[in-house]
């Protein structure tokens, strides 16, 4: 499988190895100002506090050879035995689905031009041969013939290694989750602009970490358009392209305020809640305005260790989330959310945490609200642990990319002086823009390899 640079500077340390390297894409960031200086150009320092890994299987590469392909009429299948070692199984009907040829497949767009009206799926096969050039060929029943390429096979074998393995090169699903010991990835800004080395490893880290913070932005508005147009496009919601995190009079939410924000998620009030959340920090406070980043994840598993049952809870009951004013627009907003998103087989999939936007209305059975709290407080109380909390204060032109469906985010309050008031500005993307850019500069950095 490929390893990033990013990967490839990190994984020791990921295993709290000591030993550094020197000048890498991605650095961590400094814990305080006056280590600054002693950790410039020090490797990214991630401490592990578990880790989801799908190491135990690779994606195949290289040149696959067919030694021999045959078909298995009574299991409807056509077995593919490989030269160096081993078979793959494929059924006849997703074959004859995903014939490659110029009649079913749209090459150019790789998109499938077959319609399923007209595919029999339980079709046999007239024979299965291996072509001079080492491709598997089929004829069917109707006289069309599908060639395959081996390479393209081989990684759609259907065997649990090679089907785990191509979803991770796919989604890049590993996480690494984290504590207060984090020493977070950090990037140049402009250099990820510039640079697809950089922005791939910065994108990586972000994916697996689920944070990177990045120094060197112009301060000055505008920089969060910049970067998301590295990416892609920016999300738009009620609260415009952009927006602006200030102490406003009337403000239309919490963060607009000087107070404390607890660790939350934004937007677990819309359907669904952006993916990414990018913040610049134009100006900074006198007084307080640290910021504060908790790895969901860990503490939602720290919580199905602990206190299974409370997990259950937050993984089993919609909770409402509201979300009404004016800003780009009017807007009135409503959803039903799992604090804890789970998928079928129990993985963590995201958090739903926000109590200023958490409703009034709990449209659970009455038996269950006490349960929810005691649930809701059980996991708020290991996210405010200190051991779970990363704190750090930002300068002017420092940038915070961050997973919103993953970390939470909060601030501790701060002091409003003249000339000293506190600006950030934010921007959202979504998982599908991010996940797309890093496919592509992957394939573009990797296209030599």
Same mark, same amino acid.
């Given at each position: 499988m490929w390893m990033s640079r990013f990967a490839r500077v990190s994984l020791p340390v990921l295993q709290r190895s000591t030993s550094a390297l020197s000048g890498p894409v991605l650095r961590a960031a400094p814990?305080? #100002?006056?280590?600054?200086? *002693?950790?410039?150009?020090?490797?990214?320092?991630?401490?592990?506090?578990?880790?989801?890994?799908? *190491?135990?299987a690779s994606v195949p590469s290289g040149r696959q050879s067919v030694r021999h392909a045959q078909a298995l009429k009574?299991?409807?299948?056509?077995?593919? /035995?490989?030269?160096?070692?081993?078979?793959?199984?494929?059924?006849?009907?997703?074959? *004859?689905?995903?014939?490659?040829?110029?009649?079913?497949?749209?090459?150019?767009?790789?998109?499938?031009?077959?319609?399923?009206?007209?595919?029999?799926?339980?079709?046999g096969v007239d024979s299965v041969d291996v072509t001079g050039d080492n491709k598997v060929s089929i004829v069917?029943? /109707?006289?069309?013939?599908?060639?395959?390429?081996?390479?393209?096979?081989?990684? *759609?074998?259907?065997?649990?290694?090679?089907?785990?393995?191509?979803?991770e090169e796919l989604f890049y699903n590993e996480r690494h989750h984290w504590d207060s010991?984090?020493? %977070?990835?950090?990037?140049?800004?402009e250099e990820v602009l510039r640079d697809d080395r950089a922005a791939l490893d910065w994108l990586l880290a972000l994916r697996r970490v689920g944070m990177v913070y990045?120094?060197?932005?112009?301060?000055?508005k505008g920089q969060v358009v910049r970067l998301a147009q590295r990416i892609g496009y920016l999300r738009l919601t009620f609260y415009g392209p952009t927006f602006q995190v200030e102490d406003k009079q009337m403000a239309n939410n919490v963060a607009y305020t000087t107070g404390t924000l607890s660790a939350h998620t934004d937007y677990p009030a819309m359907t669904s809640p952006p993916g990414v959340q990018v913040l610049h920090c134009i100006r900074q406070a006198a007084e307080?305005? #640290?910021?504060?980043?908790?790895?969901?994840?860990?503490?939602?598993?720290?919580l199905r260790t602990e206190d299974p049952e409370a997990f259950r809870t937050l993984a089993s009951l919609r909770i409402d989330f509201t979300d009404i004013g004016t800003d780009y627009c009017d807007f009135s907003l409503q959803a039903k959310k799992h604090i804890i998103e789970v998928d079928d087989d129990g993985r963590l999939e995201k958090i739903?945490?926000?109590?200023?936007?958490?409703?009034?209305?709990? /449209? %659970?059975?009455?038996?269950?609200v006490q349960p929810f709290y005691r649930a809701l407080r059980a996991l708020t109380d290991i996210a405010n642990r200190p051991e779970s909390m990363v704190t750090y204060k930002m300068d002017p032109g420092d940038v915070v990319i961050f997973d919103n469906w993953r970390v939470l985010h909060g601030r501790m309050s701060y002091v409003s002086k003249p000339g000293a008031f506190r600006h950030l500005e934010g921007a959202y993307l979504d998982w599908d823009e991010v996940?797309?850019?890093?496919? %592509?500069?992957?394939a573009s950095v990797h296209k030599d390899a």
């Open positions: 814990r305080t #100002e006056a280590a600054a200086g *002693r950790l410039r150009g020090t490797l990214p320092s991630v401490q592990v506090c578990g880790q989801h890994t799908l *190491r135990s009574k299991e409807r299948m056509v077995q593919v /035995d490989w030269e160096d070692g081993g078979h793959s199984l494929y059924p006849f009907a997703w074959l *004859r689905d995903n014939c490659q040829c110029p009649m079913c497949t749209l090459q150019s767009a790789q998109a499938r031009k077959l319609l399923m009206s007209n595919v029999d799926v339980n079709t069917w029943p /109707d006289k069309h013939t599908s060639v395959f390429d081996p390479e393209w096979l081989k990684k *759609r074998c259907f065997s649990p290694a090679a089907r785990e393995a191509l979803q010991k984090l020493r %977070i990835p950090t990037a140049d800004f990045m120094k060197g932005a112009p301060v000055e307080g305005g #640290e910021s504060v980043m908790v790895d969901g994840f860990h503490v939602a598993q720290k739903h945490l926000n109590n200023a936007t958490r409703d009034s209305v709990l /449209d %659970i059975p009455l038996e269950q996940m797309s850019r890093l496919r %592509i500069l992957h």
